[in-house]
């Protein structure tokens, strides 16, 4: 069975978007936007995932902005969401090990798309470990 997440950047972060949809065929996307390069206020659509992940449409998603900082910041003021950014392979495994994660935070212009493609897939793959973990993942959820 497929997995489903969803997906939203704001305009720098369009074309990763595109390239991550493109590379994880084996992932169903609900793509929240945007869908240009026009100009767009990276808050919309952290608002856009916050409420696909409140109404448990997805469990997980992907945000992308130019630096990953600002997209992460507007998705992580709901209790709901553990938006991570991640610039490596072993951050995406430690915050989906560690902390649970449930949104990736990418940013385009900082981070090239093989390393932003390592990511993703460790970021689908790796499973919360719970245990000692568990408990603070709870005192921030």
């Known amino acids: 069975m497929k997995k489903t997440l969803a997906i939203a950047c704001d305009h720098g972060g369009y074309d990763l978007k595109e390239a991550i949809k493109a590379?994880?065929?084996d992932i169903t996307w609900i793509d929240l936007?945007?869908?240009s390069k026009d100009s767009v206020d990276y808050p919309d659509f952290a608002a856009k995932m916050i409420k696909s992940i409140e109404s448990a449409e997805v469990e997980r998603g992907i945000l992308i902005c130019g630096t990953g900082i600002g997209i992460s910041i507007a998705a992580n003021r709901s209790p709901k969401i553990r938006a991570a950014l991640c610039t490596d392979v072993t951050m995406a495994r430690l915050t989906r090990a560690h902390n649970d994660a449930n949104v990736l935070a990418l940013g385009a212009r900082i981070t090239g798309i093989e390393t932003a493609f390592d990511i993703v897939e460790t970021f689908l793959h790796t499973e919360f470990?719970?245990?000692r973990h568990?408990?603070?993942?709870?005192?921030?959820s």
Request: hydrophobic fraction near 25%; charged fraction near 40%; include cysteine.
């Open 134 to 140: 568990a408990r603070r993942v709870e005192k921030i």
């Open 23 to 25: 590379q994880f065929t």
């Open 129 to 131: 470990e719970g245990g």
């Open 33 to 35: 936007g945007c869908d």
